[in-house]
């Protein structure tokens, strides 16, 4: 397992990463050898006392990203949250490639719940992500979109051999925004 880290204005100590490092190495069981874990730590931009600091893990396994995201006052109690959830993750992920393989599924569909209007805000570009397509059929991506916990999902169809956007309805259910090129 190869364990990235990422800092943005944030140092941290040799300790920490030591700490990170042992409990992280705890997730080994559930990886090959070539599963590379990025750890980004992060420290808000306020000028209070009292600054948030951000901890995500991002596990990239064969085309699946697994991600978790705690943020508190302490960044030595962050890695004790996003553990877990991570591991929760990595266990749903592993049921669901063996249910696949038994040809066994089963779909509960929680019915998303209406958003109150809010007041219109201005809005900028904040954030730009950059990632590889990898080819899958629906199914797959409808499965990942369940992973991820997102409302979309981009990825290229195995199919069509387009770039295919899936994304989560009002009612539950699901959609399928096909490009033409």
């Known amino acids: 397992m190869t364990i990235e880290y990422l800092c943005k204005n944030y140092d941290p100590s040799d300790k920490l990463k030591a700490i990170i490092d042992k409990k992280v190495q705890k997730l080994d069981k559930f990886f090959e050898d070539d599963t590379r874990i990025k750890i980004m730590l992060k420290k808000g931009n306020t000028r209070s006392s009292n600054d948030l600091y951000t901890l995500e893990l991002t596990v990239l396994l064969n085309g699946v990203v697994l991600r978790a995201e705690v943020t508190s006052d302490?960044?030595?109690?962050?890695?004790?949250?996003?553990?877990?959830?991570?591991?929760?993750?990595?266990?749903?992920?592993?049921?669901?490639?063996?249910?696949?393989?038994?040809?066994?599924?089963?779909?509960?569909?929680?019915?998303?719940?209406?958003?109150?209007?809010?007041?219109?805000?201005?809005?900028?570009?904040?954030?730009?992500?950059?990632?590889?397509?990898?080819?899958?059929?629906?199914?797959?991506?409808?499965?990942?979109?369940?992973?991820?916990?997102?409302?979309?999902?981009?990825?290229?169809?195995?199919?069509?051999?387009?770039?295919?956007?899936?994304?989560?309805?009002?009612?539950?259910?699901?959609?399928?925004?096909?490009?033409?090129v």
């Open 74 to 180: 302490n960044m030595y109690s962050n890695i004790d949250f996003a553990i877990p959830k991570l591991e929760k993750q990595i266990i749903r992920h592993h049921k669901k490639i063996e249910s696949k393989s038994k040809k066994f599924r089963i779909k509960d569909l929680v019915p998303i719940e209406e958003v109150e209007a809010e007041e219109q805000v201005e809005r900028s570009l904040v954030r730009s992500k950059c990632y590889t397509l990898v080819p899958m059929s629906i199914d797959d991506a409808i499965e990942e979109l369940e992973l991820v916990g997102h409302n979309f999902y981009v990825f290229l169809n195995k199919a069509t051999n387009a770039i295919n956007v899936l994304y989560v309805r009002n009612d539950g259910n699901y959609g399928l925004i096909e490009t033409i």
